[in-house]
């Protein structure tokens, strides 16, 4: 009797344990937005409504050929995007550092400088 107890105890023990660790990756996608994974998508889901698609500039300054000069070090220009600045939102809590890096190498290289 006692043992039947005991392993009913464990079965419960180990789907609670299996409830878990599926619970664990099921929330995974939530914390990174979308599917957006290449810096160009990141850069036009989040950042283009306010720098222009090509990053021309609009409700924020233009980033397309200005921001390698003004941030030498992308560690600074990375820091404003995961920080914020004035009307600059933060963006520390909707990418991933992996999609800031990203999105911040794509505002460097890839946006049109004219
Ligand atoms: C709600 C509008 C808005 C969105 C969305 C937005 N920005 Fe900005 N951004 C601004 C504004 C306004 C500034 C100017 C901030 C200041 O210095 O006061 C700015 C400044 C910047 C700067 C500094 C530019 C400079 O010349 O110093 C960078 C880099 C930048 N944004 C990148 C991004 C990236 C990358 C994204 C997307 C992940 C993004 N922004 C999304 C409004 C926005």
Do not use: W
């Amino acid at each position: 009797m006692l043992k039947r107890i005991v392993d009913g105890l464990q079965i419960v023990a180990l789907l609670a344990a299996a409830v878990f660790v599926v619970l664990l990756f099921a929330n995974e996608p939530d914390s990174t937005p979308a599917a957006a994974t290449t810096g160009k998508e990141v850069f036009t889901a989040n950042c283009a409504r306010c720098h222009g698609p090509d990053g021309e500039g609009g409700v924020g300054p233009r980033l397309a050929g200005t921001v390698v000069q003004e941030y030498p070090d992308i560690e600074d220009q990375a820091a404003v995007v995961r920080d914020g600045r004035g009307s600059m939102p933060s963006f520390a809590n909707r990418l991933t550092p992996e999609q800031i890096q990203d999105v911040v190498a794509y505002t460097r290289k890839d946006l049109p400088s004219s």
